[in-house]
């Protein structure tokens, strides 16, 4: 066993877990944080997208001791005070999703593209999504919703783009988790 | 009192893009997947699964797993009589037909690689996963089945010994036999004598698919209530509640099936599979809730395929293009043993081959075959797409015969917008459609005339990337199904649905449905329609489904039923809730029944202004002061709907393809398609279910397949190698509808979930060999992968190459999609 302390969506949690254990399991397993899923076991379908350290990653290709003393970043994150991040209100916007299991994963990836690129072409999006796999949509309105969030995360637009750090005081819970 | 105003009265909710009710808890991550139940004490199992397509187990020793820390038990299919268990198969589809037993885990032999044989109980899945590694079995290996037209030999290995065949069921259509046409045989037979007809013949191979839900199968059982509750990912929990009474022979009313949040289905998840029954069975032995859930890579070996069929088609048609005959002769494969659907799906594919044409003769010969592969059974279509490729695909190769522009000899033989309603060779009568209407918009859209030009200049040029053009005129039957049809075809239930409206005292609305959701949007376009019929707020209408305790009958989500079969049942609900509050409406005016009219949730005193809105009502009956004698103080309605026909959603789509001629990838250039689905709910979801639809068309016709090696061994195991198309691969649709509102329901609706993966397999292969045809190329399998591509031309070219080298770097292309080339040059061993 080894003995993580990690930042997860604001809250500080330390635990002791398996060096195999991977970091999506232990969002999962250890904290409840059941918004992020497993939608493949070959690092293909990106739907365990999560930030680590304000950049995302697949966190089935991430082990739970390697985010020791990091920050991660979860789809149950996302909100501020009860507001949609910009992101998520543009999928709701135009219909991004459909079944919805692909959707954090895609949520968080393209948050993460437009940190690259704030003014992305429909090509560099789809690149930029590549690494997550969706059934549902064909990718049209998710393609949309990521040019819709750009045109209003834009410098000067009135919504906030992401702050990782912008959690405010973080609370520590050892042994955290539901 | 008050009536609740919903901001936007006076708005007719039908028709509205709203945004969907789902999406909030979907995109803040407060989801109810079955893998997330945590409850106190759960255990987890994991399944011992055979390597070997075909095997006898000669024994199991399981001493060493069991001495693995958290291991709570470990049982072999005897210990818990899951090899006495015979999964469910509903669909008999001739009286004769054989059925294996399918066990929910196997006990003597294994009939597919993945099947089976032992599983492991623990505190947790890893463990339950590590210790499945420890359980050794003694395997004797058997010959493995696999090419459908050697199993059906004289002497071929049988999967089934028992049967003694390696035939299921052979399935026949005869117009002439049914007196809906002409003898087929015979218009052929004249066809080749005359010499102002040909006679078109083609193979064409429906490769084999995999549904690929993104959300892995999931049950969790929790034995420790009176009533059994099962929570798992599926698309039928209404039908997996019976099935699990009968199979098991457990009270039907002692099981509760939940099913919560599912992550798509695709057909993929119509099921009684043998991991929900093994849970379930475990579970009970250990009086402990009970988890499982699959691996991707599980998933892809076990979870059932789509398609897999071998088509041999011959049409006759004048020269002056009208057709004259068509014969359809299918080898289908079943992979060890049958789903619940899975006899019936080739079968559904017998009335859509005539598409939208007149043919005058028509058969329809199917023979169902076992093999040692995963069983096949519905995935977005089931039948239609396979039907729909073959006499697309055969279209294209008859209008090239007779040296006739494609779309004029498909113009030559449709049904024309005045000829509806129209009864066809198959005996179905399509109600409505305007095959003209939808395709010349969708030629304008597409820039038809421009885009042939550009083709033309293109070949002129000689341009490495050569431009192909494919078209799919085509219809499908949604809508499944009306019961007596059903029964004609000795299915095993019927095709109803139901809904009930429970009016609250505050003048909200809960509507309980018996179809199931699993991306479709049924929350927010059921609303709509509530919405509509009772005069209420959109937010004031809760849509209950997924659970066998709050919605008690149902038939599920499947075959584009949910709108046109449970959203006429929630219309006849609404009816009935109308219907029941008229009397009390009456009461409350002090007038009588016969002078009220409702309309925008009131009933009004005609020719005054007096009215009580439906909320009101509600509130009255919840008080039960003061109601009329003789009824009942209720004014909740229950519906059950038996469609009387099918409905029939049609299109036209228009694929153009880049082939590059150096390297064999094919790009998509341009996509448009007009779908007529009738009166359209939400236009945004119907958007929606085209986009996703022409995603997974498209891929099978550019990327997908699963693939076995000669020893049964499943290559595409793996979503490294089974290639499901990223954002990168695909292009901005663009799509349109046309409409004619179908007359077969009060809605006039006719169903979208699967148009477009029905009408775009064609289309895009026809564009494909549009594009090289002129090289020389005739016809090439799908998945068009590069290689595939790039050997038909250098082979068309007289210049093969060394392609089994090629192969596996053919970029775009997953080791899976040119796999059955390379077991071929057996290549690649296995890598399950």
């Known amino acids: ?89 543009a999928f709701h916007d135009n219909h991004a999703l459909q079944c919805g299991y692909c959707t954090p994963g895609m949520i968080m990836q393209s948050i993460d593209l437009l940190g690259e690129n704030p003014d992305p072409s429909e090509q560099e999006i789809r690149e930029g999504i590549e690494g997550n796999l969706c059934r549902c949509t064909g990718y049209q309105n998710i393609v949309r919703a990521v040019q819709d969030a750009a045109s209003k995360m834009k410098p000067g637009s009135s919504s906030a783009a992401e702050s990782t750090s912008g959690a405010g005081a973080a609370q520590t819970v050892a042994g955290g988790g539901a | 009192m008050t009536t609740t105003e919903d901001p936007t009265t006076g708005t007719q909710e039908i028709g509205r893009d709203r945004r969907r009710k789902e999406d909030r808890r979907l995109i ?60 469910p198969c509903a669909w008999p589809i001739t009286k004769d037909m054989r059925s294996p037993q399918r066990p929910a885990l196997a006990g003597s032999r294994v009939n597919f690689a993945g099947e089976g044989v032992a599983v492991v109980v623990a505190r947790s899945a890893a463990i339950a996963k590590d210790a499945a590694d420890q359980v050794e079995v003694d395997y004797e290996q058997l010959e493995p089945v696999l090419d459908m037209e050697d199993a059906l030999k004289d002497g071929a290995t049988l999967v089934h010994p028992e049967l003694g065949t390696n035939s299921n069921a052979q399935w026949v259509f005869d117009s002439g036999e049914a007196g809906s046409g002409g003898d087929v045989t015979e218009a052929i037979r004249k066809a080749e004598s005359d010499d102002d007809q040909i006679v078109v013949k083609r193979r064409f191979r429906q490769q084999r698919l995999v549904p690929v839900f993104m959300e892995p199968r999931s049950t969790v059982v929790d034995p420790s209530g009176e009533q059994l509750v099962m929570w798992s990912s599926t698309q039928v929990p209404h039908i997996l509640k019976t099935m699990l009474a009968l199979t098991l022979g457990m ?102 081959f005539n598409a939208i044409y007149k043919i005058p003769a028509y058969r329809f010969d199917c023979t169902n075959v076992f093999t040692t592969k995963t069983l096949t059974d ?40 005045e000829e509806f309603p129209y009864t066809t060779v198959s005996t179905l009568t399509y109600d409505t459609g305007n095959y003209e209407a939808a395709t010349e918009q969708a030629m304008q859209m597409f820039d038809y005339d421009g885009l042939r030009r550009e083709q033309q200049e293109r070949r002129q040029r000689g341009d490495v990337k050569q431009l192909g053009i494919g078209i799919s005129t085509f219809t499908e039957m949604c809508g499944l199904a009306p019961s007596r049809v059903l029964g004609s075809l000795d299915y095993g239930a019927g095709g109803w649905e139901t809904a009930s409206i429970r009016m609250l005292p505050t003048g909200k609305a809960e509507v309980v449905v018996g179809v199931s959701p699993h991306g479709q949007g049924h929350e927010t376009a059921f609303s709509q329609i509530v919405a509509d019929q009772l005069g209420i707020g959109f937010d004031d209408v809760e849509i209950l ?7 008690y009958k149902g038939l599920d989500t499947y075959g584009s039923r949910s709108l046109v079969v449970g959203g006429i049942a929630i219309v006849k609900a609404a009816e009935k809730v109308i219907e029941k509050a008229k009397p009390i409406a009456a009461h409350m005016l002090e007038a009588s029944e016969g002078d009220l009219e409702f309309s925008g949730g009131k009933f009004t005193v005609k020719g005054t202004d007096k009215g009580v809105g ?20 209720d004014i909740d309605a229950h519906a059950t709907f038996d469609p009387e026909n099918f409905s029939f959603p049609h299109g036209t789509h228009l694929c153009a393809v880049e082939v590059d001629t150096e390297t064999g990838m094919v790009s998509l250039y341009k996509y448009v398609c007009v779908d007529d689905v009738g009166n359209v709910i939400n236009p945004l979801i119907v958007e929606g279910q085209v986009h996703g639809g022409l995603a997974q068309g498209i891929a099978q016709a550019l990327y997908e397949e699963a693939a076995y090696d000669d020893q049964g061994t499943l290559l595409s195991g793996t979503l490294v190698d089974y290639t499901l198309p990223s954002a990168a691969d695909l292009i901005s649709f663009e799509t349109a509808n046309t409409t004619t509102a179908s007359t077969t ?88």
């Open chain 2, 614 to 633: 439906i909320a009101d009502i509600a509130l009255a009956v919840f008080a039960a002061h003061d109601y009329p004698e003789g009824i009942e103080p």
């Open chain 2, 251 to 352: 009270p039907e009313h002692k099981i509760r099936v939940i099913a919560p949040d599912v992550g798509g289905g695709f057909g993929g998840k119509i099921a009684v599979a043998p991991e929900e029954v093994l849970t379930l069975l475990v579970a009970q032995k250990l009086g402990k809730p009970v988890k499982w859930t699959e691996t991707r890579s599980e998933s892809l070996l076990t979870a059932h395929h789509g398609r897999d069929q071998i088509q041999d088609l011959t049409m006759s048609v004048t020269k002056d293009g009208q057709i004259t005959g068509l014969d359809v002769k299918l080898l289908a494969d079943m992979g060890a043993y049958l789903g619940l659907v899975g006899p019936g799906v080739p079968i559904l594919g017998a009335f859509m």
């Open chain 2, 28 to 87: 803040t991550g407060r989801t109810r997947w079955t893998d997330n139940q945590a409850l106190t004490g759960l255990l987890h199992i994991a399944v011992v699964r055979s390597p070997f397509a075909h095997a006898n187990v000669n024994g199991i020793d399981t001493s060493a797993a069991k001495q693995v820390p958290g291991v709570v038990a470990v049982y072999t299919a005897a210990d818990l009589g899951a090899d006495q268990v015979q999964l």
């Open chain 1, 1 to 89: 066993m080894a003995r993580i302390r990690t930042t997860v969506d604001g809250l500080v949690y330390e635990d002791d877990v398996e060096p195999r254990m991977l970091l999506v399991q232990y969002l999962r397993e250890r904290l409840g944080k059941t918004g992020t899923v497993i939608g493949c076991d070959t690092s293909n379908c990106g739907a365990c997208t999560v930030h680590l350290d304000g950049l995302s990653v697949k966190s089935c290709s991430v082990l739970a001791v390697q985010a020791n003393g990091s920050e991660v970043l979860t789809i149950e994150g996302l909100e501020r005070d009860g507001q949609l991040h910009p992101m998520q209100q």
């Open chain 2, 378 to 417: 519905a995935y977005r279509g089931a039948g239609r797409p396979e039907a729909t490729f073959g006499i697309e695909r055969l279209m294209d190769e008859a209008a090239l015969e007779l040296g006739m522009e494609p779309m004029e000899f498909r113009k030559k033989n449709w049904i024309k917008h």
């Open chain 2, 745 to 832: 329901n009060p809605l006039g609706v006719k169903g979208v979930g699967e148009a477009g993966t029905i009408a775009s397999t064609p289309a895009v292969v026809n564009s494909v060999l549009d594009a090289i045809r002129h090289l020389g190329v005739k016809d090439i399998d799908m998945p068009t992968t590069p290689y595939r591509v790039w050997s038909a031309i250098q082979k068309a070219s007289g210049t093969a190459g060394r392609g089994d080298e090629a192969n596996i770097a053919s970029p775009g292309a997953g080791l899976g999609s040119t796999a059955s080339d390379i077991s071929k040059g057996d290549t690649q061993g296995g890598h399950l």
């Open chain 2, 545 to 551: 489904h997924g659970d066998t305790q709050s919605s």
